[in-house]
């Protein structure tokens, strides 16, 4: 599994609620899911030539929200993931329930570049209307051979666009 220092390592972030039966149960409670159970958060590696590997997890009251904590999990799997000899470029991919202040600070301080999403809301729509035109740059989507522009909609995203900055450090 350990690729190659050219290759790129996504980490993956990612939490479900798991139903359980029983009152007595310790930790379950109703969470957004309005189901009694447990929410466990995990946090998966994988690379273009294997399966994601399970490399951090936490059990956690089901009525927790999703991103709770979750900048010390991350923190953990990534010293995880460099101790298992990983030496290649780390991409860290979440959904818009851990994008925090905190995580972004875990992937600056260990050098990995990190793809999180943001939910749009009216702050975030004003940022991205405020960006010049010339800082855009197109975007390939999955087996595409054209990029596409990037003021164009998405057909899964509207907002889904990127702004050519360089990467951190």
Same mark, same amino acid.
């Given at each position: 599994? !350990? $690729? +190659? %220092?050219?290759? !790129?390592v996504f =980490?993956?972030?990612? +939490? &479900? =609620? &798991?139903q359980v039966y029983g009152p007595a149960k310790q930790g379950a409670s109703f969470g957004y899911t309005k189901v009694r159970g447990l929410h466990f958060q995990? !946090?998966?590696v994988k690379t273009g030539t294997c399966a994601p590997v399970i490399v951090a997890t936490r059990l956690r009251r *089901?009525?927790?929200? +999703? *991103? &709770?904590? !979750?900048a010390s999990l991350l923190r953990e799997a990534l010293a995880t993931v460099r101790a298992m000899g990983i030496t290649a470029q780390i991409i860290v991919r979440a959904d818009s329930a851990y994008f925090s202040h905190k995580v972004v600070e875990v992937c600056r301080k260990v050098? %990995?570049?990190f793809s999180l999403a943001v939910a749009v809301k009216k702050k975030i729509r004003e940022a991205i209307a405020g960006i010049a035109e010339k800082a855009w740059t197109p975007r390939r989507n999955a087996g595409s051979p054209t /990029?596409? +522009?990037p003021r164009s909609p998405s057909p899964r995203? /509207? %907002?889904r666009r990127r702004r050519s900055? /360089? /990467? $951190?450090g």
């Open positions: 599994m !350990v $690729p +190659s %220092a050219d290759e !790129v =980490v993956d972030i990612d +939490s &479900k =609620v &798991k995990i !946090v998966t *089901g009525s927790a929200g +999703s *991103g &709770k904590g !979750v050098g %990995a570049r /990029p596409r +522009s995203s /509207p %907002a900055t /360089p /990467p $951190p």
